[in-house]
């Protein structure tokens, strides 16, 4: 959980000049696709500061909305990846508090555990209900398990995102969670065509190359840049096998690392409109915002 301290993000962003933050001018939207808060039944005491901590390092890097999920108790009282359904609910209900206090700055995933599917189902149609914008899956079941189905045909239906969260090439198992790659998300998106899903962090280890040639052509995944990794080749792979048109801008934990991404994508010639798409629109039409 130490990576939720937003403090070092703070630090490093603290000379981030928004885009169109000067006098008179309107700020250009940013849309953070990846991120996190945490709440009081959590591990962390201080949670209250790391929440501040990611708001307030979001505005110095030019973050205008935030789209994040809470994993069940982040470990506390069940597994992160094999939260309870009590832990899933209660994480749930604490995001649409922080939304509540946010309204304009923060949206949320609906967190699920797949492993309950019919308290997953019901979750989402709370979550929804209540204003949530898309459904977060983490490492509770393999993506490419058919137990997953009955959630990608809601999300599908609903016509809202699904953010699953991804190793890129899964070459081992890991203790404690049911790890997914970018073939695995294929099977889930090859069986559901009408939904829309984003592979979590890209730079968040691995072999983010398989990750993206596997991509190649699958109309209905979209790449999330999130992650630590700040790779030499991974943007311009990025904008090889997937296209900016299936790019979505976030942080993850990392915000220092979202930010140098931005930063180096605002310098690689990219075509009108297209950091435009990453940086929002893209963002605006998956989610169904108004920015």
Request: charged share 20%; aromatic share 6%.
């Amino acid at each position: 959980m130490s990576a939720l301290d937003g403090r070092r993000a703070a630090n490093d962003a603290s000379q981030a000049r928004p885009a169109g933050s000067g006098a008179g001018t309107s700020v250009t939207p940013l849309v953070d696709v990846h991120a996190h808060f945490a709440y009081v039944r959590g591990p962390r005491p201080d949670w209250q500061e790391l929440n501040q901590n990611r708001l307030q390092a979001g505005e110095r890097i030019g973050i205008t909305l935030h789209i994040a999920s809470i994993l069940g108790s982040w470990g506390r009282t069940s597994p992160t990846y094999f939260p309870s359904p009590d832990d899933v609910a209660a994480g749930n209900e604490a995001l649409r508090g922080i939304i509540r206090l946010h309204p304009s700055r923060v949206k949320g995933y609906v967190a699920v555990n797949p492993n309950y599917t019919a308290h997953a189902v019901s979750e989402i149609e709370i979550g929804l209900a209540a204003g949530m914008v898309g459904v977060k899956l983490a490492a509770s079941r393999r993506a490419g398990d058919r137990l997953l189905d009955p959630i990608a045909a809601l999300a599908a239906e609903r016509g809202v995102p699904v953010l699953q969260h991804a190793w890129q090439h899964r070459s081992r198992e890991v203790p404690n969670q049911e790890i997914s790659d970018a073939l695995d998300l294929l099977e889930l998106a090859a069986r559901h065509p009408a939904a829309s899903f984003i592979l979590a962090h890209i730079g968040g280890g691995g072999d983010w190359a398989h990750s993206l040639r596997a991509l190649h052509g699958v109309s209905n995944v979209y790449v999330d840049l999130s992650g630590s990794g700040v790779d030499r080749g991974m943007l311009e792979l990025c904008l090889e096998c997937v296209g900016a048109e299936r790019l979505v801008w976030g942080t993850d934990l990392t915000m220092d690392t979202g930010w140098a991404k931005l930063r180096a994508l605002e310098t690689m010639g990219l075509a009108p409109g297209a950091l435009e798409g990453i940086r929002w629109k893209t963002a605006a039409r998956l989610f169904r915002l108004s920015l």
